[in-house]
């Protein structure tokens, strides 16, 4: 993914990789958090909200698009991703899911279903109170 979006040859980007659970930044770093697709495949999702809540300058932005399950998933991809080594340890209803975000410390602004072709899929954007 880094690969890739260096290639768009943005300004006043960078891009690092840590875990999530330590984010290695000061409190209060940043503007706007981007974790897209990676809270469903976390083992501790609440210790990574926590920790983007910690680097988040106050009323920064989280936005956390990720998996749902208001309906069942396509069975056979899901099924293949297993296979494949993909695992999955949190599996939110939409509605679960604005609630663990609620929960770490959040305020929604904006939430809405993604088409997907694996699973559901939730845009979420929240801001850091």
Excluded: Q
Aim: with cysteine; net charge positive; proline share 5%.
């Amino acid at each position: 993914m880094i690969k890739i979006a260096k290639k768009r040859n943005m300004e006043n980007v960078s891009f690092k990789v840590m875990d999530a659970t330590k984010i290695d930044y000061p409190n209060a770093s940043f503007d706007v958090i981007i974790a897209a697709n990676m809270l469903h495949i976390v083992p501790d999702s609440s210790k990574v909200l926590l920790e983007c809540h910690r680097v988040l300058k106050p009323r920064g932005i989280l936005i956390v698009p990720t998996f749902i399950y208001d309906y069942e998933p396509n069975d056979f991809k899901m099924r293949i991703l297993r296979l494949l080594g993909f695992k999955i340890y949190n599996k939110w209803s939409s509605r679960e899911f604005k609630r663990v975000i609620l929960n770490h410390g959040y305020m929604l602004l904006e939430t809405e279903p993604i088409a997907a072709k694996i699973a559901g899929n939730l845009f979420l954007a929240a801001k850091n109170v």
